[in-house]
Structure formats: C-alpha cells, structure tokens
C-alpha cells in the first residue's frame, strides 16, 4: 500500500460512499472524487499502458492536461474511450476499465515493445514500412493499429442525445479560478451579461487546492461565497463541467456541457453533452497555469505525479499520493509540496532541489538536497525508490510517489487558435499569450501572474476594463486579505542530465528525450519537423504537458533560445470533443429537413410510391393494384398519358416573380434566348447559362404584366438560381430597376397531359380555353369553376397536349382531387416523376442528367435559341471562345437499341462497331435511358461527338461496370411527335 | 360536380388534439393573410411611411425593403390587392398566404427553446418586442419576431412547416413543450 485516504480533510463528502467499479473490480470513493482521486485513494496506481512502449502507467495530473490516466467508461454502446480520470467526476455505478493492455493491465504482453525499443525510435514507422508498398494497407497499418493506441471505439449506433446551443453575453469568463471569479464578480455588479464556463464540476479552480486563508477563511468557503453571489445575478450565467474549446471568428468560442457525464442513469428529456456556441462581445481567458513535469529518467512510472497534483489531491480530495514521498523540484513549487504533505503528517523522502542555492525554506525535519537530480527511479508498476544524483554521487532512496515541478507555463491555448504565435518570456521563461486585440484577454496565471493576490487583483482589473469599454460604470471589488503566500518563481531545466533510463518528454506518444535528439540529428530539429517526425504533441493531450519541455530541449539540442524555436500550431479543439456532440440534434431525421410538396396528401392517398430528391419527396409511381414491379407501374402510366390523360404534380419547381420596369431587360440579361419581346399572356422556354458558356438551368419565362414576369427553375437548382439572380442584381447590375421573390412555396402546380387533357381541364376551369382562346404557350391567370384563382399555363414537357395549373397551395390537393373526378370518364390517372422522365426523354426533352455543366446550348440541340443579336448576357462572351465552336463536340443525339432482349444505362460510353472497348476509342455517353412503351423498346439520350451528323450509324454501348456491349442506332433525339401536332392540337 | 374547394393546411394530419396545454406552446395558425412587399427602386421609405403597423396588418422587416405582412383582419384572398392599393407605384406585393406558416412559440422557455436552433441573440435587450429577422433554425431559414417578452412568432416555408415542428419538438426536449393549431 501507498497511496491513501487521509483521515481528514478534503472538500470530498465523507458521508457519502459511491460505489465504482475498476477493470471488475468493486470500489468506493465519496461524493467530491473524480475518478482518479477515487482510485488513487484505494491505491491504484496502475492504470493503464503506454501508446508505443506498453510501458505501466498512472496518474501524472490533477485536470484536463492529464496524458496517461485515460480510461473506458461505460460499456457496450455507451462505452467512452480515453476518458481522462483527473476530470471524470465519480458517480454510484460508474464502471472503468483501463486500455491499450492484454491480457490483462498487470501483464501486458504489448510490454516486449520497451525491450525492443531500440528499434522503435522515431521515425521507425517512416523507414520500416516503406516497402513494399502494396504491404502498407494490408499487413502494417493493421498490425500497427492493433499494438499501438489507447482507447477502442465500437461500431454500434450512439444511443445518447446531444444538442447544440447558442449563449450571447457581454463577458466570457473562461476558467472560475481566482482570476476568473474576480473578473466575473467585477463583471457582475457593474452589470454586464456574463457567462463564466469552468471546466471543473466545481468552481473555484486554484482555491479549492489552495491552503493560504483569503479573507480570514478557507479559500474554497471564499470561493463558495463568490459563486453563490454571482449565482443570485440575474444577469450571470455560470456553466459548470464546460470546457471551452475553441476560439473563432467574431469572437465565438465553442464550448462542450457534460450534462450528464456524471449520473449512472440518465434522463431521457437532456442530452448527454451539449455543445455550446457562445457569442462573446468580450472574453477572459483566466485559464491558469499548468505545472511542468520534469524530464528525468525513469520519470513516467506509476506513483510520480507533478508536484501540484501531490498537493491537489491532499488539500481538495483527502488524498495522499504515497505514505513516503519524494520531491523533485527547480523551484519554490515544490517546496509548497512539502508544506502541504508535511501540515497533513505525510511523510518526505526527501526534497531535491536541482538549483544550488534557493530562499526558499523546506518544511522542518524535511531532508533537504540542493544543486541534486533524479536520474533513475526502480519499481514495476510502482515507484519504489529514485535515484538521486549530486555531483556526480549517486544515492538510492525508497519512496513510493515523486512529486516533480518544473516550472509554470501560462494556458494561453484559446489565445493562440487563430493565427496568433506565442511569445517568448525571458523573464517568465515561458510562452505567453499574443496580442489578440480587446475582444481577448488573459488574466491571471494564464497572464503570467501567479500568486493568489496578482490573480485576484489582474482579474477585477481586466474586467474593470471591459466594463469601462463597453460603456459602463465599473464596480470595483476589494480584494480580500490573502495569508502567507508562495510565489512559483523556477529556474527552468528542461532536461535533467544524466539519465539512467528513457526520459519521457511526451508521455501519452512515448516520446523521449533520445526521440528528440535523433529528429535534430536527421534534420528535422524545425518543431514543426520535429512534431511529426517524433509523434510529440500530437496524441490526444496534444502534448499540453509534454511540448514546452520538447522545445526546451529542442532550443538546447540546437544551441538556440526557445524564443528561436517557438511552438507548433494551436489549433481548436483544446480537449477532445465527442462526434455526437458536434452532430448535436442533427441525426436521423433531422440530418436534413424534409420538404413536402402542396400534394404530398393527394399522392398519399393516391397510392404513390414517394423517393427522395434532394430534400423534397416526390411522387415517384403510382401502382395499380395487380402490378408486380415498377415498370408496370410507369409502362402503363406512360400509355395512359399518351392515349387519354394523366396528372403529375410539379409544384417542386423552384418558382420566382420578378417585377420592374427592368424586369425584362433583367431577363434578357439572365437567358441567353430572347426574352424582351416575350408578349403578356405568353410563356417561353428559357435557357440559362452561366458566365463560362455552358449550360446553368432551364425552364419557363412567362410574362403576366408589362413589368411582371413569372418564371421557373428546375427543382434541384431553385436555390441556386435565386442566388444568381440576387447576385446579377445586386453586383453586376444594380442600375436595373427590378425586383423579385421566390414563391415556390405558395402555388401547388400540377401537369395535366395528354390528348384529353384539355375536356377534363375545361370541366373545372371557368374560362374558355380553347385551343383558339388558349393556344400553346398562354400562360395567365383564371378562374377555375367554385370561384378559385389560379394560374394555367400551356407548355408542355410530355410532347402531349399539356397544361400547367398552379392554386394557392392550400388547396392543391382539393383541385387535383376535382382535376382527378373530372378526368374519371377520359380515363386520366397519376403519374409520377419516373414516367415524367420517360415522356420527357421519347419527347427528347433535356433535364440536368443532360445538361451537366459541361454542355453548350449548341451541344444540348439548342444552339438556335442563342440569342446572338442581344448586345450580352450571361454566359455570351465566353461562348463564342476556342473549343465551346468544335465541329467534334459531343452533341445530343438519341438512341434507339438494336438488341431487343438488352437495355442501356445512363453513363454507359460510345465506341464506334469494331472498335476496342477502351475510353482510348471513346465517342461520347449515355446521358439517360429507358424503355420507351411507346416505341416498344429501349432508348436513351446521349453525348456523341459530331452526333448530329451521324443519324443512322449503328454504334456500340459499352457498359464498363456491368461487362456489356450493345449495338444501338443513332437518331434524332425527338422520338415521339417530331411535328408537335400533339403539342398544338 | 360541385366546386367547392377546402383548403388543407401542411401541418394537418401532423399535430394531434392535446389535453391541455403546457408550460411552453407552440401554436400553429390555421389560416393567415401572409403577403410579401417589396419596395419599388427607390422607394423604401415611402413603402415604410404606409406600412406601418397598425390593427389591421403588421409590417415585419425581412430584407432591405422588404417586409412580411401579416394580417387576421383582412382574408387572404384580399390582403395582397389590398396593400396593392395602398401602396401604389412604391411597391410590389406578393400574396404568401399559402406560402407561409405561422406558428407562435410562447412560454418561459420560449427564448432558451429557440436558442437550440438559432444564432441570433435573444435577449429583451437585444432583440424587443416588435423586432423581426430573418434567421437561420438548424437547416431550416424562417422570419423570426419577438410578439412579446416570451413570445416569439416563426414564419418558415410551407414545404417545410413539418419539419420544423419536428425540429422544435426536439430543440424542447428538456422543455415542457405542447403543439397544437391556434383556436382561432
């Protein structure tokens, strides 16, 4: 036995037992614990093995930079891989295992890696696993991935709820120490909107470890005291268990709320995490500073924690580190140690302090060695003695912890996220935080002050400020009276000379001293370089305890001053975050919101069969009772539709109003065909192309008033097209005097095709739409028989004589319900979006699976609506450059197969007969196909270079993916109707 | 054949009838003369000068000039002509009565609810009575207004009125939360 729980003492309940469990084994510990102050207080040291080395590990901190104590939580779904045990808070029930061991965590086979780790240096990975290359993917990532790393994930779904929030505040306080408590207090009562986030469950940072009384108590009962009050301000909100992760643009920081990180049993109604999004008209950083480990050999045993953790867990937790412990020091930190070991009668092996001479006093009896070293510690998986060295004497002395100091390095990581380079202090010997301009400050330890009064005094000071600069009053608050105080002041030793064993400078990538001087001797002593060639830094702690003494070393391998060698780059997040809280409510169903058309009921009840198309669902078919498969379904729609009539619902289309005496010139502007002349009451294809000459989207232009036009996109460029237009109107011709709106949204809009489309459109429409009161491309408005206004435009896609309808869309499903009555007797039925491609491709129509991007007016069939006497629109100049003109460019052409038993499919190629399957001899693409009833066979649209002039030629679809070839005939595109009798009939 | 056309809202067959309503309700509104204005070139302020609200519509911002407005007093058929009218030359007027829907969110919760979902600060500081944006909900892009110090309107696109109900239903999850269409 070592380590224990003190009799007294600790701000842990005593009267309260929680029961946890520990690789099976039953624990107990007290409200108050985390997880690693409960283990540490029934003496488990031992808690898991190294990353590469499989070397024993245990608790080297007392927070969130904690490199080794990492432990699964949970088990089967809600397993919790790498949780850090210096943060975890113990609950009743909670379950840990320890990671990265086999077949157990006292024999770990993995172990054998530290025998033959001369030959697992850095950069080992790099050299060995050259060659053969095609081994990388199938033997050495696999072997590596088994052997080294921590934590395990697990495949099944994520059975947890997370949510993601917003926060809006005047001051964000990071980090409820003294400084932070200060700040927000001053904050507070000067009555700004506050946010203090602590990561701890409980606030008060350094004062709940801190002994100095301040203000005549306890510092935690001060501490109590502050927080109650800023708890009563209305105008604070205080977020426990929140770790603020990350500064970003307009000063927002992301932060993550273990909500419920801390029960066995959770309530359903609140997410497990919640990411926060807090918008920050000023922030704080009163992050603190971290305590430096040493690097000695021997330095990651179980047992030898930093000095302040040592003290931490006796003060806050009631827990001592060992029965005898050795202190390793090069400052005044370590000499706080031993007064806070020896107040509560823990014995000191000794105190080595690696500066000769110091004003600092060890607590009396306490032996003393000045000017000494640790240069070895023996033990297994536990300390059991150091190795002491003093000129060159060395002394074996038992032990059964190390607490080590090497000095203080501010926590500036929030300050450094966005582009910002630490600086250098001489002074401090430390990286200090940059100018990040007034939105960003630190205070406190975290700005290089570190005794208790500076703390309080830079915090009420630096929130004086921002109350002042926002335009307010400053309350001030007096700093209450601190007893005997230590001042942390160090001389900095980045590596203790003279190791008998692997000095660990990266605890959780196993990285060496040895590691680092190899990295400066192969060239790579740039700490970028040297980051990635040693693995330093870059494992899940991202080397917060482990990378300011590697640029130490560094500057002393290179000769240099660590001002030369500065840090490698901060980046979010500063701890990690879980996936599902970054996923927040967005999962499922909610990944993307589902939009549903005007006539979604109608389908519905209609019997269609629904697919998604970008976020709409559509109506896909529409089965009759006794079909067995789709192409039933649509063969018989299509026939329906080209013998009687049929309804299909097309209100996804995005739809815009545009208004202005510019409107037309607008437009003009916007389609490449003639829109200016386009008479009131008349609709006209248009097509759109963008700035580079080839095709945007396409639909229909329909002028309903001088200066009132009506158009419509393609659904899946709605969006898209608006945004164009926003931006044509606003930057490239804001002059135009013209308006517009989406309003997709507000008429349902059906197709009614089909030789009898126009008895069954009359019998519910008011006005007279004959073929000679209504021709082909009318478009206006009308009313329809029961007094309802509503839109109706000829046009057609089918190539049948077609309309479109467009009501309110509240009453869409009503009109399509009387559309469908009237049409009864004419035999009409619904059709969906399968056999509106199946019309639309007999008719020869194109839809995006044409007009791709790559495709000119010219290569679509549509070169004659180029209107090439417009003074400009978009899309003219560059239509007209090298290579858009090519006499050999893919043009539209269709396809009629010539193996009645064989299909084709979309993105199948073209070769010439005879030639060899090879995109070397390739011709052009199948665009879309089908299996036309109609025609009674299958046909397609597609790309042909020089197509136009080839009509007739048997080619050959070359089906790559499915192994097939098959002969089919080049034709005309328009298969159906090339005369448009149906269309004008 | 009898011609007589009942308007379907996009919610129905969405919310069922609720015993009673809870701390915090989201109320759909059934019907709602909804038109959008947009000023003429030019011609903002004089657009502004007439649109203000009064009893029998509410002017709400939703760009530069543009306004969403909202009336119970005219009926939708009527409220577009209507403000055509009045307005004049200075602006243009889009009927979206069918384009909309309105829910009203109200409760104690009803600020901390909508922060779940959207950026926008809404404290009474920030964001009084009678201010209006347009914001962005998860995905989803809607027009936002405070009616009250813990009543907010939403205004979204009827496509996609459903799923933001199921949004709102799980931005309160740990919100006592009821939905059900407005009485009136």
């Known amino acids: 036995m070592s380590a224990f729980r003190l009799a007294s003492g600790g701000l842990v309940d005593r009267s309260h037992t929680l029961r946890f469990t520990f690789d099976g084994a039953s624990l107990t510990g007290h409200a108050g614990d985390t997880l690693a102050s409960a283990l540490l207080a029934n003496d488990r040291l031992l808690l898991g093995r190294s990353f590469k080395y499989h070397r024993?590990?245990?608790?080297?901190?007392?927070?969130?930079?904690?490199?080794?104590?990492?432990?699964?939580?949970?088990?089967?779904?809600?397993?919790?891989?790498?949780?850090?045990?210096?943060?975890?808070?113990?609950?009743?029930?909670?379950?840990?295992?320890?990671?990265?061991?086999?077949?157990?965590?006292?024999?770990?086979?993995?172990?054998?890696?530290?025998?033959?780790?001369?030959?697992?240096?850095?950069?080992?990975?790099?050299?060995?696993?050259?060659?053969?290359?095609?081994?990388?993917?199938?033997?050495?990532?696999?072997?590596?991935?088994?052997?080294?790393?921590?934590?395990?994930?697990?495949?099944?779904?994520?059975?947890?709820?997370?949510?993601?929030?917003?926060?809006?505040?005047?001051?964000?306080?990071?980090?409820?120490?003294?400084?932070?408590?200060?700040?927000?207090?001053?904050?507070?009562?000067?009555?700004?909107?506050?946010?203090?986030?602590?990561?701890?469950?409980?606030?008060?940072?350094?004062?709940?470890?801190?002994?100095?009384?301040?203000?005549?108590?306890?510092?935690?009962?001060?501490?109590?005291?502050?927080?109650?009050e800023l708890q009563n301000s209305p105008n604070v909100t205080l977020m426990p268990r929140t770790t603020v992760f990350g500064w970003y643009d307009d000063n927002v920081f992301g932060a993550l709320e273990r909500v419920q990180k801390d029960v066995a049993a959770l309530d359903a109604a609140k997410p497990v995490e919640r990411l926060w999004r807090i918008v920050a008209k000023h922030a704080i950083l009163a992050t603190g500073a971290e305590e430096r480990p040493l690097v000695f050999g021997g330095n990651d045993r179980p047992g030898i924690m930093t000095a302040s953790a040592v003290s931490t867990y006796a003060n806050r937790f009631g827990v001592a580190a060992g029965k005898s412990v050795a202190i390793f020091t090069n400052g005044s930190s370590g000499y706080r140690t031993a007064q806070d070991l020896a107040a509560r009668g823990v014995e000191i092996a000794v105190l080595i302090d690696s500066r000769a001479a110091s004003g600092d006093v060890a607590p009396d009896g306490v032996r003393l060695v000045r000017g000494g070293s640790i240069v070895d510690t023996k033990g297994r998986q536990r300390v059991r003695a150091v190795v002491a060295d003093r000129g060159g004497f060395e002394e074996l002395i038992g032990c059964d912890a190390v607490a080590m100091s090497g000095g203080w390095s501010p926590v500036i990581h929030l300050a450094c996220q966005r582009g910002g380079k630490p600086v250098w202090s001489e002074a401090l010997q430390a990286f200090m935080a940059p100018e990040a301009g007034p939105a960003l400050v630190t205070a406190g330890a975290a700005a290089g002050h570190y005794r208790l009064s500076e703390c309080f005094d830079d915090?009420?000071?630096?929130?004086?400020?921002?109350?002042?600069?926002?335009?307010?009053?400053?309350?001030?608050?007096?700093?209450?009276?601190?007893?005997e105080e230590t001042d942390p002041s160090f001389t900095a030793l980045w590596h203790v000379p003279g190791a008998k064993s692997k000095a660990f400078v990266d605890f959780q990538n196993d990285v060496h001293t040895g590691d680092l001087g190899l990295a400066v001797r192969e060239g790579f002593g740039h700490v970028e370089h040297a980051k990635r060639y040693t693995t330093?830094?870059?494992?899940?702690?991202?080397?917060?305890?482990?990378?300011?003494?590697?640029?130490?070393?560094?500057?002393?391998?290179?000769?240099?001053?660590?001002?030369?060698?500065?840090?490698?780059?901060?980046?979010?997040?500063?701890?990690?975050?879980?996936?599902?809280?970054?996923?927040?409510?967005?999962?499922?169903?909610?990944?993307?919101?589902?939009?549903?058309?005007?006539?979604?009921?109608?389908?519905?009840?209609?019997?269609?069969?629904?697919?998604?198309?970008?976020?709409?669902?559509r109506s896909s078919w529409f089965p009759k009772a006794g079909e067995k498969t789709w192409r039933e379904s649509v063969d018989r729609e299509v026939r329906t539709v080209r013998e009687n009539a049929g309804l299909c619902d097309v209100s996804t289309l995005g739809k815009i109003e545009v208004f202005g005496p510019d409107a037309a010139e607008f437009l003009s502007r916007l389609y490449c065909n003639p829109v200016l002349k386009l008479p009131v009451g008349k609709a006209r294809y248009g097509l759109m192309l963008r700035e580079d000459g080839m095709v945007y989207d396409d639909g229909t232009v329909s002028r309903l008033g001088e200066d009132h036009f009506f158009v419509t996109t393609t659904t899946a460029l709605a969006g898209g097209v608006l945004s164009h237009m926003e931006f044509a109107a606003q930057v490239l011709w804001p002059d135009l005097r013209v308006r517009f709106l989406s309003v997709s949204d507000q008429w349902a809009q059906m197709s009614i095709a089909g030789p009898k489309a126009r008895a069954i459109l009359q019998a519910v429409v008011e006005d007279d739409i004959s073929n000679a009161a209504f021709p082909f491309l009318a478009a206006r408005a009308v009313r329809l028989k029961g007094n309802l206004k509503a839109r109706l435009f000829r046009i057609s896609f089918s190539g049948e004589l077609a309309y479109e309808l467009a009501v309110p869309a509240g009453y869409g499903e009503a009109v399509a319900d009387a559309l469908m009555r009237a049409g009864a007797p004419h035999g009409i039925c619904a059709y969906g979006v399968e056999t509106l491609n199946v019309l639309r491709l007999e008719k020869g129509h194109v839809t995006h699976a044409e007009l791709d991007g790559r495709v000119t007016p010219d290569d679509a069939g549509l070169g004659r609506m180029m209107g090439t006497s417009k003074p400009d629109f978009i899309g003219k100049r560059l239509s007209a450059r090298f290579g858009l003109t090519a006499a050999d460019r893919a043009q539209l052409v269709g396809l009629k197969v010539l193996e009645p038993e064989k299909d084709i499919r979309a993105g199948a190629h073209l070769l010439k007969d005879g030639a060899k399957p090879s995109t070397l001899n390739d011709q052009g693409w199948v665009s879309s196909a089908c299996f036309s009833p109609t025609l009674g066979g299958h046909i397609a649209l597609a790309f042909l270079k020089s197509g136009r002039e080839r009509y007739g030629e048997k080619i050959v679809v070359w089906d790559q993916l499915r192994g097939v070839e098959t002969f089919a005939e080049v034709c005309d595109p328009v298969f159906v109707d090339r005369e448009n009798t149906k269309l004008m009939a | 054949?009898?011609?007589?056309?009942?308007?379907?809202?996009?919610?129905?067959?969405?919310?069922?009838?609720?015993?009673?309503?809870?701390?915090?309700?989201?109320?759909?509104?059934?019907?709602?003369?909804?038109?959008?204005?947009?000023?003429?070139?030019?011609?903002?302020?004089?657009?502004?000068?007439?649109?203000?609200?009064?009893?029998?519509?509410?002017?709400?911002?939703?760009?530069?000039?543009?306004?969403?407005?909202?009336?119970?007093?005219?009926?939708?058929?009527?409220?577009?002509?209507?403000?055509?009218?009045?307005?004049?030359?200075?602006?243009?007027?889009?009927?979206?009565?069918?384009?909309?829907?309105?829910?009203?969110?109200?409760?104690?919760?009803?600020?901390?609810?909508?922060?779940?979902?959207?950026?926008?600060?809404?404290?009474?500081?920030?964001?009084?009575?009678?201010?209006?944006?347009?914001?962005?909900?998860?995905?989803?892009?809607?027009?936002l207004v405070r009616t009250g110090d813990q009543s907010f309107d939403l205004v979204v696109m009827r496509s996609f009125a459903g799923a933001l109900v199921d949004d709102l239903k799980v931005m309160a999850r740990s919100h006592d939360l009821s939905v059900d269409f407005a009485t009136r």
């Open chain 1, 56 to 228: 024993p590990r245990g608790i080297m901190t007392a927070g969130p930079s904690e490199p080794n104590g990492l432990v699964t939580v949970g088990s089967g779904a809600r397993r919790d891989p790498n949780t850090k045990a210096t943060v975890a808070e113990l609950y009743d029930g909670l379950e840990a295992r320890s990671q990265n061991r086999w077949p157990s965590l006292a024999y770990d086979i993995g172990a054998v890696n530290n025998l033959m780790s001369r030959f697992l240096s850095a950069g080992f990975y790099y050299k060995t696993f050259m060659w053969p290359a095609a081994f990388w993917e199938k033997v050495y990532e696999p072997l590596i991935r088994r052997a080294a790393g921590l934590g395990r994930t697990d495949l099944p779904r994520d059975p947890d709820a997370y949510e993601k929030s917003w926060a809006h505040c005047d001051l964000l306080v990071v980090g409820a120490g003294p400084a932070g408590l200060a700040a927000a207090l001053v904050a507070a009562r000067s009555g700004l909107r506050v946010i203090l986030a602590e990561q701890d469950f409980v606030l008060g940072g350094a004062l709940l470890s801190e002994t100095a009384p301040v203000g005549g108590e306890p510092p935690y009962v001060f501490a109590r005291r502050v927080v109650e």
């Open chain 2, 1 to 143: 054949m009898a011609y007589d056309y009942q308007a379907v809202h996009a919610l129905d067959g969405m919310i069922g009838a609720i015993a009673e309503r809870r701390a915090n309700h989201l109320s759909v509104h059934r019907t709602m003369a909804i038109a959008m204005v947009l000023a003429g070139p030019g011609q903002t302020a004089e657009a502004a000068g007439i649109l203000v609200s009064n009893g029998e519509f509410e002017a709400r911002f939703s760009g530069p000039g543009e306004w969403l407005v909202l009336s119970q007093v005219h009926a939708p058929e009527t409220l577009a002509a209507e403000l055509s009218v009045r307005l004049g030359g200075f602006a243009f007027v889009v009927d979206q009565s069918h384009g909309r829907v309105v829910l009203t969110l109200s409760g104690p919760d009803a600020a901390r609810i909508l922060a779940n979902g959207i950026a926008v600060d809404l404290h009474a500081d920030a964001f009084p009575v009678g201010r209006a944006a347009n914001v962005l909900c998860n995905h989803l892009s809607l027009n």
């Open chain 1, 459 to 483: 915090g009420a000071r630096k929130a004086s400020a921002i109350v002042e600069a926002i335009g307010r009053q400053a309350v001030g608050i007096e700093r209450p009276v601190i007893g």
């Open chain 1, 536 to 617: 330093g830094g870059m494992a899940t702690d991202q080397g917060k305890l482990g990378n300011i003494n590697a640029i130490g070393i560094l500057a002393g391998m290179r000769g240099v001053s660590p001002a030369e060698v500065g840090t490698t780059t901060f980046r979010p997040f500063y701890t990690p975050v879980s996936f599902g809280a970054l996923a927040g409510t967005s999962v499922d169903g909610h990944a993307m919101p589902i939009r549903r058309s005007p006539l979604h009921g109608w389908a519905a009840r209609n019997g269609a069969v629904f697919i998604d198309a970008g976020l709409w669902y």
